[in-house]
């Protein structure tokens, strides 16, 4: 029972490099989602989809895209990474509002460092 | 727009005291409240929520009421124990499944 999976746990960058993090579920939701944690700043999502295929921007875009290629999936990437990435980032995913007792079901987090 | 607004921490507490962490909110329409959980290196998990005025969420141990007079959702347990140490984030979804969290509180329960 995988639940969420996020790859990679940590990771350091240099300026301008650029990478992918991976996200996996196997709970068959269709809803995933991208957040970045900062200290004393909660949560901000990113980006989010509500189905394959589909992508949307959420309250900090900029600098990052995503993809949802396979629904299981939700890819997202620093095309030129920069020191204000610096974050942990989290991956969540549900099956719909979770007004219909449906939460959001989240990663153990990916660690990123850009120097 | 949508806001969240938490007690600040650290919180530190001896075991068995009373806890309270206050949460208020901002939002348009009629959002549905939760609280998640984060243990050091995990992500979050869901703690309780609760869906319309009055409701009250409950799990272990802990509770919330859903206060729309006074926008409010404050966290309540009778009894901490340093197992309950953790960073609590208040949130707020309203439609779209987008949440709104709060900057998180930072509980230390000693022993």
Known sequence: ?115 | GNSVTQMEGPVTLSEEAFLTINCTYTATGYPSLFWYVQYPGEGLQLLLKATKADDKGSNKGFEATYRKETTSFHLEKGSVQVSDSAVYFCALETSGSRLTFGEGTQLTVNP
């Open chain 1, 1 to 115: 029972n995988a639940g969420v999976t996020q790859t990679p746990k940590f990771r350091v960058l240099k300026t301008g490099q650029s990478m992918t993090l991976l996200c996996a579920q196997d709970m068959n939701h269709e809803y995933m989602y991208w957040y970045r944690q900062d200290p004393g700043m909660g949560l901000r999502l990113i980006h989010y989809s509500v189905g394959e295929g589909t992508t949307a921007k959420g309250e900090v875009p900029d600098g990052y895209n995503v993809s949802r290629l396979k629904k299981q999936n939700f890819l997202l990437g620093l095309e030129s990474a920069a020191p204000s990435q610096t974050s942990v980032y989290f991956c969540a995913s549900s099956y719909s509002s979770g007004r219909y007792n449906q939460p959001q079901h989240f990663g153990d987090g990916t660690r990123l460092s850009i120097l």
